[in-house]
């Protein structure tokens, strides 16, 4: 069966666990993790359910129609039915690459990262050539933490597919992860140089640039990513954060007033605009955007502060 065009996925709140692209400042950066892929390869997916069987034959084409109807679960977000579609595919044909990839992926999507790797590998040993297996299963270490099994894993999909952005986007995502700014922001670059209509590529090469210090060339990046997509919250709040980096509290406040009106659920873009009026003395904007974040949510750090500022503000 051949492999079809991916459609991509997001590892978000898991990844950003164990990368923590935020350490270098204390005001917190959200970035987005790369992304993780699954494999589909259109058929029908109406078929009746088999009747069982005493014993196990291999049968393709009704493996196929397990692994369709898995991968529209997979679509749908439904990891725990699409799990159970892959088994049947893989019962019926235990060579069906595809099938253990996909089931890798719904195990990461799950935060289950050990059965991801387990079925990565076997999709792995029966095509050695399989790139994009390569590039989830690095996603899968970065979970677990291992960030140099993952970056050899990148290394492996940059090796099979030099012309894939993706490969060197999520590369340059490891690097930042484990502090080499200069080859994460080479890696951006040459993802820009394949595909420059991406905003999340400059997105991501403008955190690098802010956590070496070069909030210029930061800033111009969030400039391209926003051009490229008009309601980017967290370019506009990172934007925001490197102005305040450079002082400029008004542009600060002016960028962070722009991500919340585009995520108004955006918690930290309320911290952080807190923050600027709490330092620039403007008591009552400070209260009422620190008391947003609290009301949507903020990790336990951000919160106490928040509520230390908060008790220390006048009434």
Do not use: W
Request: charged share 25%.
């Amino acid at each position: 069966m051949d492999k079809a065009s991916p459609h991509s996925k997001m590892l978000m709140a898991c990844l950003l666990i164990v990368l923590n692209l935020s350490a270098c400042t204390s005001q917190v950066v959200p970035a987005q993790a790369p992304a993780i892929t699954a494999t589909n390869t259109p058929h029908p997916t109406n078929a009746p359910l088999p009747v069982a069987t005493t014993f196990l034959k291999v049968d393709t084409k009704l493996a196929e129609v397990f692994f369709d109807r898995g991968t529209d679960y997979l679509d749908k977000d439904d990891f725990d039915r699409a799990i159970a579609e892959f088994d049947k595919a893989i019962q019926l044909n235990p060579n069906l690459t595809e099938a253990y990839h996909n089931r890798g992926y719904a195990f990461g999507m799950k935060g289950d990262p050990d059965r991801a790797i387990s079925d990565l590998n076997k999709a792995i040993q029966l095509d050695p050539n399989y790139a994009l297996a390569y590039h989830n299963r690095g996603i899968a270490y970065n979970l677990k933490g291992d960030l140099h099994r993952g970056l050899s894993d990148g290394l492996k999909a940059i090796q099979l597919t030099p012309s894939d952005p993706d490969v060197y986007n999520y590369r340059g995502f490891i690097y930042s992860g484990v502090g080499d700014l200069d080859h994460a922001i080479a890696d951006y670059s040459k993802a820009i140089q394949l595909n420059s209509g991406v905003a999340k590529l400059y997105y991501f090469r403008g955190n690098a640039y802010r956590a070496k210090g070069d909030l210029d060339g930061a800033i111009k990046d969030y400039d391209r990513a926003i051009q490229l997509k008009p309601n980017y919250a967290e370019a506009y709040h990172n934007r925001g954060l490197a102005y305040d980096d450079k002082g400029d509290s008004d542009q600060a406040i002016a960028n962070y007033t722009k991500a919340i009106k585009f995520d108004p659920q955006y918690a930290i873009a309320y911290y952080n605009r807190g923050l600027e009026y709490y330092h620039l003395g403007e008591d009552e904007n400070a209260r009422t955007d620190l008391e947003a974040a609290l009301r949507l949510g903020l990790p336990p750090d951000l919160e106490a502060e928040a509520r230390k500022l908060l008790q220390q503000s006048p009434s």
